[in-house]
Each structure stands twice: as structure tokens, then as C-alpha cells.
């Protein structure tokens, strides 16, 4: 299956990625690049308020059940979602029906009521959405890395959702005005991945449909500054320490930089293989292991995770710092790169096969790099990449700025301590 997308432009500055597949469904995703990140504190959760709103109700579909039912009988589904820097309305739908979709959702984002009676009543549901996040042990874990590494806190909240006081203050009218000044033409992609019959008629009938949005710029707002720092998240209702390493990457996440990524992924492949035999295989300290992603395309940070016994701490940050110093040492090999290559094959075709992946993956290289995917430049990148380029562009990072984070039962050690004794 051929990976082909097509990026275009309206005349109002919308960005369209086309993406045509021999599949009988289409994913879509209408996008805009503006998010939960880009709100001052007093309107933290406002973003996700008018995501709900946008799926309440027009004077079309005035009910949520008349929408459902609606695309339902098309053979669809849709959702929506808020994050920090996204605000997304989404879709799968049999491929004949495709239009019926992207014309549904161009009614929503045009037309919806934001009813009073209809904001009240979700002031209850999106508290209770709140309430339930707050109870979820990685919505903490999350809250308190944000705290220590960027000093970013909400009280009794959370960035996406908001706070009570916030999601109980909002009114229409700043709902609207908030709507307007953060979604314009200017930061809106609309991506369809699956099977599309008429490239030329399908972008003849988005112009058409979509020349009612704005057309002013809108600017992307949060800059978080990573600081170092170790801590320790006091969680006496879980039974397990969770460690995170986390790293600054050393460059910016530019297309320019994508093939240093490459190569760092390549060591964290071998880190993480040498981690999986020594935490668990060799010493059964630990169920499993992986990386932590956190931060954001502005201050992007990752680095080993895992979690054990609070007993097995120590232990177990000594043991991750000895296998990443083994790792920077003997580097990885010949025989490594050839088994990552090869492992690939399957992930691509899992890609070409999947339209909501396809569709994900364009939404996010926009939102990066504003391009759509070149998905046999990056396979082309990653089979160029050499052992001496891993290690090259490794170095400097896993001795770096590091900070250690634990979440868990009390915890008493110095951990930046004793990853130097154990790093070399």
C-alpha cells in the first residue's frame, strides 16, 4: 500500500492533507492548532469547555442524540478532544459516506448553540470529568512533574480541564469570544486518510463548506523552561515506586533535527533492551520498562521509567545509571542497527495498513513541522543512520541536566548521588 499524501491550501488559509488509501473507511481530523497550553490561568479549562459545547447541539442537530444517530446511520462515529496544544474534532466513517462527515462537523463548528441551559448542565459533567481525572494515580504522577520541572501548578485542578472556580465562572459569552479569537483558517488542518474518489472535487466542496471560518493569525503561547530538579511525589495509596529519568533533548525539534531523533532512538532501543535483562531478567526487580515522553515540542524531555518496590529504589536507579554508562561505552553495534531495521518492516506495514495512524501522523508533522508526513523520508533517514551517528548524537545527553522523579510510598535517598557513583 502506497503512502501519498497531498497537502493544499484554501483560499482562506485552511490546510488540507489528503491522504488516498485502498480501504473502504475514512478517517478524518479537523484540527486546530491551539490548545489548553495556550490559555492564562484565568481561563485554564476554557479550551476543553467549548470542545464540549461544539458537540451539544445546532439548530440542525439541536440534540447530542440527534447527532449520533445521525452519523450513526451514515455507518460513523466521531469524538472530539482537548490538549495542550490541539483542539481536534474527529471521525471514521464508510468511505461513501465521507462528505457527510466533514459537512457534519463543518456544521458544528459553525453553528453550535453553546444554549445556556445546555452550559449549565455541562458544568456538572465536566466537574465530574475533573473529579474523576484528579482520583488517577498518572494525572498526579503528571501534575507534580509539571510543578517540579516548568513550576506550572493549578490549583485544585489540572491544565486540560481547568480548575472548579474556572469551569464554574465561564460564561457564554466568553466561551464565543474565546472560540473566535483561537480557531481561525489560519490554524485549522483538515486531514482525511482512507478512500478518497475525487481529489479535486472533495477540495472543490472544503472550500465551499469551510470559507465561513476567520481568517486572522493566531499565536501559539507556552514556552515551558525545563529546570533540573530530584523529587519525590508522595503516594502512600500506591504500592510501587515509579522512576523517571527524564533528559532535555540538546537540540530543538525542528525537521532539520529529525535525523538526530533517529539516532538517539536507536540508543534508547539498545538502553532499553540492556534495562528489560538487568532489572528484570537478571535481577526480577521490576514487571517492565520503558521511556517517559514528557513535556512538549518546546521543551521536549525523555528518559528511562520503570517501577519497583520502594525497598528496590535505589537499587534500581544504580543498576539503570551502570547499564546506560555500558551502553555509552560499547555503543551500539552492527548487529543491533541490522535487528532495529529489520523489526521496523513490520511497524511500517502496521502504519501503510492503518488510515487512523496515517491520519495521526500527518496531524502531528503539521502541527510540528506544518508538512504533511514523508513517510519514506523518515524510513530512508532511519536505514542511513550508522553506529558512529548514535553515539555521536547521544553524547552529552545521558550526562546531562537530569532529573529523577519518583512517585510512591516515602522514599528516602539521594538519587542523584547515587546515579554518578554509578554512571561510569
Same mark, same amino acid.
Given at each position: ?31 486546530? $492548532? ?19 459545547? *461544539?458537540? +451539544?447541539?445546532?439548530?440542525? *442537530? ?5 447527532? +449520533? ?38 456544521? &458544528? ?21 475533573? $473529579? $474523576? ?10 501534575? *507534580? ?26 460564561? &457564554? ?16 488542518? %483538515?486531514?482525511?486518510?482512507?478512500? %478518497? ?11 465551499? $463548506?469551510?470559507? *465561513? ?13 525545563? &529546570? ?9 495509596? %500506591?504500592?510501587?515506586?515509579? %522512576? ?21 532512538? +536507536?540508543?534508547?532501543? +539498545? ?88 491520519? &495521526? ?64
Amino acid at each position: 500500500m502506497k503512502f501519498e499524501p497531498t497537502l493544499h491550501k484554501l483560499s482562506n488559509g485552511v490546510t488540507v492533507i489528503l491522504d488516498p488509501m485502498d480501504v473502504a473507511t475514512d478517517e478524518v481530523c479537523i484540527c486546530f $492548532r491551539t490548545g489548553a497550553g495556550d490559555e492564562e490561568p484565568h481561563e485554564y479549562g476554557i479550551t476543553h469547555f467549548c470542545e464540549h459545547m *461544539f458537540c +451539544k447541539g445546532t439548530p440542525r *442537530f439541536p440534540t447530542v442524540r440527534a447527532g +449520533k444517530d445521525y452519523i450513526a446511520d451514515n455507518g460513523g462515529s466521531f469524538n472530539a478532544s482537548t490538549s495542550l496544544d490541539y483542539l481536534k474534532f474527529v471521525g471514521r466513517i464508510v468511505s461513501e459516506n465521507l462528505w457527510v462527515l466533514l459537512d457534519f462537523w463543518a456544521d &458544528r463548528i459553525q453553528n453550535s448553540l453553546f444554549d445556556t441551559n445546555m452550559i449549565e448542565n455541562e458544568r456538572g459533567v465536566i466537574l465530574d470529568e475533573l $473529579r $474523576r481525572s484528579l482520583s488517577k494515580n498518572g494525572v498526579k504522577q503528571t501534575m *507534580f512533574v509539571e510543578k517540579k520541572l516548568y513550576d506550572i501548578e493549578v490549583p485544585n485542578g489540572e491544565m486540560t480541564l481547568g480548575n472548579p472556580e474556572n469551569i464554574k465562572s465561564f460564561t &457564554r459569552e466568553q466561551m464565543l469570544e474565546f472560540a473566535s479569537r483561537r480557531m481561525s483558517s489560519k490554524n485549522c488542518l %483538515i486531514c482525511v486518510s482512507g478512500k %478518497i474518489e475525487d481529489k479535486n472535487e472533495l477540495l472543490k466542496k472544503l472550500e465551499d $463548506r469551510f470559507n *465561513f471560518l476567520p481568517t486572522h493569525n493566531v499565536e501559539k503561547k507556552r514556552r515551558w523552561q525545563y &529546570r533540573a530538579c530530584t523529587a519525590h511525589n508522595l503516594m502512600p495509596e %500506591i504500592k510501587n515506586d515509579v %522512576i523517571e529519568i527524564l533528559f532535555p533533548c540538546l537540540w530543538p525539534a525542528t525537521l532539520e533535527n529529525k535525523y538526530q531523533d533517529t539516532c538517539v532512538s +536507536k540508543f534508547e532501543q +539498545k538502553l532499553r533492551e540492556t534495562m528489560y535483562d538487568v532489572l528484570r531478567s537478571d535481577n526480577g526487580l521490576v514487571y517492565g520498562c520503558g521511556f517517559s515522553n514528557r513535556g512538549d515540542i518546546f521543551s521536549p524531555i525523555c528518559g528511562p521509567y520503570t517501577e519497583t518496590a520502594p525497598e528496590n529504589v535505589a537499587r534500581v536507579v544504580a543498576l539503570i545509571a551502570k547499564a546506560a554508562h555500558d551502553v555509552y561505552v560499547s555503543g551500539v553495534t552492527e548487529d543491533d542497527l541490522r535487528k532495529y531495521k529489520n523489526l521496523s518492516k513490520l511497524s511500517r506495514a502496521n502504519f501503510l495498513e492503518n488510515n487512523y495512524e496515517r491520519c &495521526r501522523r500527518n496531524v502531528l508533522d503539521w502541527g510540528y513541522f506544518n508538512i504533511a508526513h514523508d513517510f519514506y523520508r523518515d524510513c530512508e533517514m532511519a536505514d542511513s543512520v550508522t553506529c558512529d551517528d548514535v553515539m555521536k548524537y547521544t553524547r552529552g545527553i545521558y550526562d546531562g541536566p537530569m532529573s529523577i522523579i519518583t512517585h510512591g510510598p516515602k522514599f528516602d535517598g539521594d538519587l542523584q548521588q547515587i546515579w554518578k557513583d554509578n554512571f561510569k
